[in-house]
Structures are given as structure tokens and as C-alpha cells.
């Protein structure tokens, strides 16, 4: 049996075993994970550093997001607005070609199906769908924006603006109405330049080609703006990825244990606990006849 001031030393060496296993537990954690401070008691002054940088990252993160997703929706804008500039610079072909007192009958009715075709395809267009939300169509996005005869605005002319930065929104969106009808309608410029074009008036038609022009241009001061936007977003995601390598770096140092120093402290509760081990196997083992 053990006596009774062994067994009081065996129970202490009981409770230094335990605190020096969760001790060492804790430093291979450290080791592993290269964090220092897990709660705050591990370190208090350390505490409010932490708390701020990390707030700080995710809201840099949700920036940099934020930018992220205004050029995904600039993107799905400018592609379609590609194709209406290239439509536009049809439509002005067919005009240059038409306004000539030469052409036949027939020539007038083939521009005139084409300008048709051309017509739809910019209705199209207008109506452009992304995720099943209408571009073009302001708040208005789940009805579709554009339609009747003569083509109407359905959409709003708001834009939905996102925060790229503190203090800093910008539109992710561009309406219907600044690109399609103001100050100059695009559908009503083709509707005039076909009718024109069905009553053989090469005059007209001529007439038209400023016109024509005027709704082009209109379009590549959208298209120009959005890549003007779309750069802007680099430069501001640009400034919070520096922002945050700064945090982060902060961050660390607060945080973040000496690889060194905690392997050197591993090694040493490593001597301790086997120490302690053996001494207490060897308490553990003695019975009343090794003090007879």
C-alpha cells in the first residue's frame, strides 16, 4: 500500500502530470497553427489589435468583393454594348449606300429587310438577360424593359450603386434610358432611316446619316464610361490589397507565436513531463515492504 505522504506526493505529481500534458498540448497546437494567442487571456494587451485588424480584413475583403462584382456586371453591359455599336455602324452603312438616286426598287427593299433584321436584333439587345435579370431595366430588372411599337421604356432610371470603399459608392448598372433613348432614341433613329428606306428616298436617307451617327456616339460615351468605371475598380481593389497585406502583417505580430522560441518551450516540457512520468511510475510502484 502507499503511505500516506507518498500518496499526497503521488496526487501532486498527478495534478504537475496533467497541467504539463495540457501545457504541451497547447504548444504542439501552436506549432502547428503558428497563433500564439487563441483567447484573450493568452494575451490581453493583445486583444484589441486583434479584434480591429481582423475586422478590418473582412471589411477590406467585402470591398474588394463589392469591386469585383460591379465589373462582373460591367462586363455582361459591355458585351452587349459591342454588338450595338457594331449594329449601329451597320445601320449607318446601309444609310451611306442607300442615299443613292441610282439604286433600284429591289436595292431599296433588301436594305430595308436587312435594317428590319437589324431592328430585332438591337431589341434584343436592350432586352439582355443575365442570371434572369434584365440588365438595361434599372430596379425594374425582373420585367423586361423595352417593347411596343413604337419601342416604349419600361425600366427605371436609377442605378444601383454598391460601396467600393469607405465613404465611395458607384453604379454597378447602367439604364435603358441613358443608353437606348436619351438624349437620342435609338429605335425611333432606325425606325426613321426604314422608312426612308421602304419609300426609296435616297435624300432622306441621307439626311439620316447624322442622326445615325448621334445615336452611335451616344452608345461608345456608355461604353467608355463603363471601362473608365471598370479601371477605377482595379486601382480601388489595388489600394485595399495593399491595405490588407498592412493588416495582415499587423495582425501577425500580434498574434502569431516565435517558431523558435515555442520549440525551444516544447522541449523543454518534453524533459519535464517525462520526468515527472518517471518519478511518478516510481511512487506509483511502491508498496509498505520497501520500508521494512
Do not use: W
Amino acid at each position: 500500500m502507499i503511505r500516506t505522504n507518498d500518496s499526497s506526493a503521488y496526487r501532486t505529481l498527478q495534478y504537475n502530470l496533467s497541467k504539463t500534458s495540457t501545457t504541451l498540448n497547447q504548444l504542439y497546437i501552436k506549432t502547428s497553427t503558428g497563433v500564439d494567442v487563441e483567447k484573450a487571456s493568452d494575451s490581453p494587451s493583445s486583444v484589441r489589435t486583434i479584434i480591429s485588424s481582423r475586422s478590418a480584413m473582412i471589411i477590406g475583403d467585402r470591398y474588394i468583393e463589392n469591386c469585383e462584382h460591379v465589373q462582373d456586371n460591367l462586363s455582361s453591359s459591355e458585351s452587349s454594348i459591342d454588338s450595338i455599336i457594331d449594329l449601329m455602324d451597320r445601320a449607318k452603312e446601309i444609310a451611306v449606300a442607300a442615299a443613292n438616286d441610282s439604286l433600284s426598287d429591289s436595292d431599296f427593299k433588301t436594305y430595308a429587310n436587312e435594317l428590319t433584321q437589324l431592328q430585332e436584333n438591337l431589341l434584343d439587345l436592350a432586352n439582355t438577360q443575365v442570371d434572369g435579370k434584365y440588365i438595361f431595366a434599372g430596379y425594374n430588372d425582373q420585367n423586361i424593359p423595352f417593347s411596343g411599337s413604337p419601342v416604349v421604356y419600361n425600366g427605371t432610371d436609377d442605378h444601383q450603386m454598391i460601396e467600393v470603399s469607405s465613404g465611395i459608392s458607384v453604379a454597378k448598372n447602367i439604364t435603358g434610358s441613358e443608353l437606348f433613348m436619351d438624349p437620342v432614341d435609338l429605335f425611333a433613329t432606325l425606325d426613321d432611316l426604314q422608312t426612308a428606306l421602304q419609300g426609296g428616298d435616297a435624300a432622306t436617307i441621307s439626311s439620316q446619316l447624322t442622326s445615325i451617327e448621334d445615336a452611335a456616339e451616344q452608345v461608345r460615351t456608355q461604353q467608355s464610361s463603363l471601362g473608365n468605371t471598370s479601371a477605377r475598380m482595379d486601382d480601388i481593389k489595388t489600394v485595399h490589397g495593399n491595405s490588407l497585406l498592412l493588416v495582415n502583417a499587423k495582425l501577425s505580430r500580434a498574434e502569431d507565436g516565435d517558431l523558435t522560441e515555442i520549440l525551444s518551450e516544447v522541449s523543454k516540457m518534453e524533459t519535464s513531463l517525462e520526468a515527472t512520468m518517471q518519478v511518478t511510475a516510481r511512487i506509483s510502484s511502491l508498496n509498505l515492504f520497501d520500508y521494512l
